[in-house]
């Protein structure tokens, strides 16, 4: 996480430049898809966030260690063309 962005782990995610919303301990944070490789994806936030304070509070865990996942993608806008 940095104070503009956030790297994804998941599945599959939506294309490049799907807007979507981010939930960690009931907090939203709206984003977008910026690129998507496999199973991870970056998101760019719409608004900036302390990475230090943010994952002190909600209790983040840095990738590759073991543990229940602490966010859930909860809406997933589509553009239409």
Partial sequence: MSIYGAQLEGFEFPPIGTPVTIVVDHVE???S???ADGE????LLE???DPAAFIRTHS???LGHAAPNVATLI???LLSS
């Fill in 29 to 31: 944070i709206c984003a």
């Fill in 33 to 35: 898809i910026i690129w």
């Fill in 40 to 43: 991870k994806c970056g998101v």
């Fill in 47 to 49: 608004h900036g966030v």
């Fill in 60 to 62: 983040i865990r840095p």
């Fill in 75 to 77: 809406q997933m806008d």
